[in-house]
């Protein structure tokens, strides 16, 4: 088959990778001017998303993925603390389920190995146009010259072009997410001898969601590049990729108590907007805060799709998508990339069997798009969960209320977990 993805992010880039091992004829276009201009931190990959990307990429490829994530000791638990860094809440994670946590744009430079001549840079999706035999022709817009062209006909378009898709909205008649009146400021600070110091001691067994007064609310993780489970000097035909040690940290709050001009703030100005927002937490975290690489700070707007309605409101033809650009998700819960990968897998699957003639084109999305939609929304869930007590540690009484009631949501977190991955295949 001949198929165009749209979006060179974490999903589209495994979909390609399964489709080109198929034999296909793949094309990835991207707006991003390269692999590494991407935002976004450490991403968490969990059970069901490693075993997708253990069935996609050849196993050195994998091991080389493994050996650009933090080992397993690195994420025994989900901590949920007070301002102070306080203990409110744990969930111990299984150590028996794979999970990684891995740098965005490491494990984007790895998706790309064996893609190089498949994945354009630089390129915009405009729109596309369904000829009377089902094959697809797509407007590209080259985003340093402006020209536009028409390309090839293809069989399949996948709009794998994150929050605010343009394929989805093409298919949709409208937008598919909205944004849910929280931002974010987040950042990496690089470990040494000066910030050492600074690390709380319960970051070493795993990430921590810390909730203030104010409305505001802070991700903590560690990452140490020395914990890889994998030695990546092992790593010969496809080479690690190895981040710093760092901790990355993202805070969020509503939109009214962040600055309107916060997406148009530099490096610098975000940090200082930070330590405001954050005044009177614990000395640990701002600290970490100060001493941020200024240049890799960035502001987020979260978005995210109603799970409640339905996710794919259009007529099966030849065109479909996967991740955000179907169902978006703030990262809260670590859900998003995950389950894009989990989408590119399945839709891959679904393919195969278009690919034997099992089935047809139209049906195997139909299939794909159902059983997609079976899973996605849950993540929506648990990823919106944590905004309400964003909203509500503003309150005078919220530090006595979140001290009862926090314990009791992360305990829900991990029965509704359990649940998920008894039913899940």
Known sequence: MRIMVVGGGIGGLVLAQALHRAGDV????????????????????????????RRVLEPAHYQAVLASSAGPGSFRQFAITDHRLRLLGVDRQDPTLERLLIGRIPLRRLLTVGLRDRVHFGQEYLSHDVSTDGTITA??????????????????????????????????????????????????????GRTQAHIPELLRAGPALAFGPGGS?????????????VDPASCVAVPAEIEGASVVWGLLAPD???????????????????????????????????????????????????PSRDLTPWAVGSVTCLGD???????????????????????????????????????????????????????????????PWVRASSGPLARNVARVVLPALALAARGYRSTRHRGAK
């Open 26 to 53: 793949v094309r990835v276009i991207d707006r991003d001017a390269a692999v590494e201009s991407t935002g976004g931190y450490r991403l968490h990959l969990d059970d069901l998303a490693c075993a997708a990307l």
């Open 139 to 192: 407007r590209v817009r080259d985003c340093i010259t402006g020209t536009v062209n028409s390309t090839d006909a293809v069989d399949l378009l996948v709009g794998a072009d994150g929050v605010g898709s343009r394929v989805a909205r093409a298919l949709a008649g409208r937008a598919t997410s909205a944004p849910v009146g929280i931002s974010g400021i987040a950042g990496r600070t690089p470990i040494d």
């Open 256 to 306: 009214e108590c962040l600055p309107a001009d916060l997406r148009s703030q530099s490096g610098t100005e975000l940090v200082s907007t930070a330590q405001q927002a954050l005044a009177g937490w614990a000395a640990q975290v701002l600290a970490l805060i100060d001493a941020s690489d200024k240049a890799a700070v960035a502001s987020y707007r979260f978005s995210a799709t109603d």
């Open 217 to 229: 609310a802070v991700f903590l993780s560690l990452h140490d590049p020395a914990s890889t489970a």
């Open 325 to 387: 650009a179907v169902h978006a998700m703030p990262p809260t819960a670590g859900r998003a990339a995950a389950t894009a990968i989990r989408d590119a897998d399945l839709l891959a699957e679904h393919l195969n069997q278009v690919r034997a003639g099992a089935t047809t084109l139209a049906v195997g999305l139909h299939d794909y798009q159902r059983a997609m939609t079976a899973y996605a929304p849950d993540a929506i869930r648990e990823s919106l969960a944590p905004l």
